[in-house]
């Protein structure tokens, strides 16, 4: 068996290789196994970095993001002369020069339900560095449909959450998956992401070094898998908690991949444009050159960006500035007799703003920014420095 390793790689992961459990075997193990990182962000990274480094044979990257600025506050494996490209190749490209050993493949594309089940088909383990419920919940079906193991693993402010769901056990029985723990997808808006609600950078990097970890010990047999269990890390006490918790039996309940934007509740395909004057549920949008339309032509409507003061002194509107987590108090200035536009960075924030406005407070006269300031840097003034 010793032949099947490269004297390179002998050297290579001669610390493994001496260690108790792992030894010859457990690198054996690794160099012919496969992994799908699904999302090459904060979690993703440092995931992928140690995967890399342990000698995994095969790993696929799914990232249909290009990088932004913002992302290197917490992405380690990229650098500012990355900004603009692939996340999924340049991580490919920078993986291979850490181990010229494994074999990586980059999908710069959105997962789906169309192309889910083919690309999953193919590799032993799956890890979700996803930051939304869609695509959550798409793996986690398509996981339990092809009983692959699932690694989870999620972040928010300063807390964060990591499990394995979907381990076969020795009698060919399968644990928990991630539908037993959260059976349904929250309220739309009720849970911030981390560009509404902030992330530690630091905390990726434990939260993605524990999911790697979890993938090891799922394909060596070291260890005891993160199973039926779901780790709570709180890194501003750096305190953390293992909640227990039993399958519901969902498992025989997943016989097919569905449409998870409408199972969770998602609204931009409903949201209407400025032009269509609809009165419906359907949250009413306005295109940058609208915008620019309606400022130069001096009429009369109220601009309010809901971003924080650091992201208005970059670059702005000229709107009014009603942070989002300030607006609860501060309803009375928004105008009701006139048109309202919203706008934020992405225009996710105040989409989610104008749905708890028009939930609590009854407005009708709202819109939002389709792209928020980032379309309008780049389809009306490529010289503002947005972010």
Known sequence: MREQLSREELNRYSRHLVLPGMGMDGQLKLKASSVLVVGAGGLGCPALLYLAAA????????????????????????????????KSETAARRLKELNPHVEFISYPVRITSENALPVVQTYDVVIDGTDNFPTRYLLNDACVLLNKPLVYGSILKFEGHVAVFNFRQADGTFTSNYRDIFPMPPEEGSVPDCESGGVLGVLPGMIGTIMATEVLKVITGVGAPLTDRLLVLDAETMEHMVLRFRSRGTRTQIDRLIDYDLFCGKSQENSKSLRTDDNTNGMKEITVDELKDLKESGSDFQLIDVREPHEYDIANLEGELIPMNEIPQKVDRIAR???VVLYCRTGRRSGEAIQWLERNHKFDNLYNLKGGILEWAREIDPEMEAY
């Open 337 to 339: 007799d006139k048109r």
């Open 55 to 86: 000698g995994v044979g095969r790993i696929g990257i799914v990232d249909q993001d290009n990088l932004e600025l913002s992302n290197l506050q917490r992405q380690v494996l990229y650098t500012v002369d990355d900004i603009g490209a692939s």
